[in-house]
Every structure is written in C-alpha cells, then in structure tokens.
C-alpha cells in the first residue's frame, strides 16, 4: 500500500505534465503497463522512452486528476483526463481510469482503461 503523501506526490506531479519523471520516480524498475486489452509493456525505462517520445509529439499535455481517487490495499483507481495539444494547436481529449497495483510506495503494475475512439486525431 503506497503512504498517502506518496500517492499525493505521485498525482502532482502527473497534473504538472511531468508524466515521464513520475514513471522514474515512482514505477518500479520491472513494472508492467498495458493499454485496455492490449500488449503488456514490461520495464520502467522501457515505459519512460515511450512516455518521453508520446510527449515529444505534441505541444502541450494537460493533466487532470478526477477525484476521488480510490484506494483499497496495494490498489489504486485514478480517473484521469489527459488534454493532447497538437502542433498545429489542435486539442484531443482522452478520459481514462488508471487502474495501479503499488508494491509499497513503488507502481508493479498499471492497466489504463478508455474507449480508443477518444485516439482519432491524436
């Protein structure tokens, strides 16, 4: 079970745009991510080069967290709405629930729920 304070940091940080250093900080070097049904993605460094390259792509990402966040054991549901500004200054939106299995104060495993429609004009 992450400590309160931990999880606070953890979903400032997220809402800062900092996506990338949160995966550093606070995922676990083996830790998994996987996409509705999708491949699991497995290793931290691996997760953060991806982060870092989907950031790359547009000019701006805002973050919100939805709350409550709910907490049950080493379990953790964020809902999440993520605003992707394109280049060109076009915005797509995508709303998710963030579903995280913490090892201590260490993210193992994340599985991130939303409707792919939301992906068209990313």
């Known amino acids: 079970m992450p400590d309160r304070h931990v999880l606070d940091e953890f979903l400032a940080m997220v809402v800062s ?8 900080q606070y995922y676990a070097e083996d830790s998994t991510m996987q996409e509705n049904l999708g491949e699991i993605r497995r290793g931290r460094d691996k997760n953060v080069a991806r982060e870092r390259a989907t ?10 967290c939805v709350p409550p966040v709910f907490v049950s054991g080493d379990h953790v549901v964020i809902h999440w709405i993520f605003e992707f500004v394109r280049p060109d200054g076009g915005v797509a939106r995508i709303e998710e629930l963030a579903h995280q299995r913490w090892a201590g104060n260490r993210i193992a495993e994340e599985r991130f729920y939303y409707d792919p429609q939301q992906r068209t004009g990313m």
Request: aromatic share 6%; net charge positive; proline share 0%.
């Open 17 to 24: 745009g900092k996506h990338d250093v949160a995966i550093e």
């Open 55 to 64: 950031l790359a792509r547009f000019k701006e990402v805002r973050t919100t």
